[in-house]
């Protein structure tokens, strides 16, 4: 079964600097890869996803993802933080045998002024 | 733009009774799930659902839950005696395809913030 991991539970930088936060998955077939928001009383948002096509992912609000599959990563990056960008992240890992999405255990992005 | 809707947005019941919470997935989507997140904790498969019934289902969904489509539109989660441990925020999703065509993306309702007590 698929699974993934969240490597850290909570990051936090200043507004203007890059942002990194790391997953790093587990699957018996071709996976597909998502990165989830959720913001404070929200609902989860699809950030950006990869499935199979190109390795780097871009996403909405100037995210990206880069998808290696020697090293079984799924970071997600964005080169400089804004204060709307504080909120939970979740990567998310789905065989393409089979429909349930697992979740990592989500990262809390705090970001600074 | 096409998005999943939950009813209600918050349910408090008490122990022991029956709840139902309410999804319409987005129209022309084929595959179905219900998701949960306990307060603090991570987000956890409960089951997806494809063709009328249930593809996949985590060691969560015991003999309490139950899923149904009733009608052409509404996917519900029924939880048939709850307990305390039960209290959670409960995410529906759709997809349109499950297989490797590449369009797995699932789309997350609100939730449903479901407190027993």
């Known amino acids: 079964a698929q699974s993934v991991t969240q490597l850290d539970s909570h990051v936090s930088v200043s507004e203007g600097t890059p942002v990194l936060l790391r997953c790093n998955y587990s699957s018996s077939y071709s996976p597909s890869l998502f990165w989830y928001v959720q913001h404070p009383n929200k609902g989860l948002q699809l950030l950006l996803k990869?499935?199979?096509?190109?390795?780097l992912v871009k996403g909405i609000n100037g995210f990206e993802a880069e998808f290696k599959k020697s090293e079984t990563s799924f970071h997600l990056t964005k080169p400089s933080a804004h204060m709307s960008d504080a909120a939970e992240y979740f990567c998310v890992v789905s065989d393409l045998n089979n429909n349930d999405m697992r979740f990592g255990a989500g990262t809390r992005l705090t970001v600074k002024p | 733009e096409p998005e999943v809707t939950q009813t209600p947005s918050h349910q408090v019941t008490q122990m022991g009774q029956e709840v139902i919470l309410r999804c319409v997935p987005i129209?022309?989507?084929?595959?179905f799930y219900w998701y949960r997140q306990i307060l603090g904790q991570k987000v956890e498969f409960l089951v997806s659902f494809y063709n009328n019934e249930i593809s996949e289902k985590s060691e969560i969904f015991d003999d309490q839950f139950s899923v149904e489509r009733p009608d052409g539109s509404n996917f519900t989660l029924k939880i048939r005696s709850t307990k305390l441990e039960d209290s959670a925020m409960y995410f529906c999703a759709s997809s349109f395809a499950g297989g490797d065509d590449g369009n797995t993306e699932a789309f997350f309702g609100q939730g449903t913030r479901l407190t027993v007590v």
């Open positions: 129209s022309n989507h084929l595959y």
């Open positions: 990869y499935t199979s096509a190109a390795t």
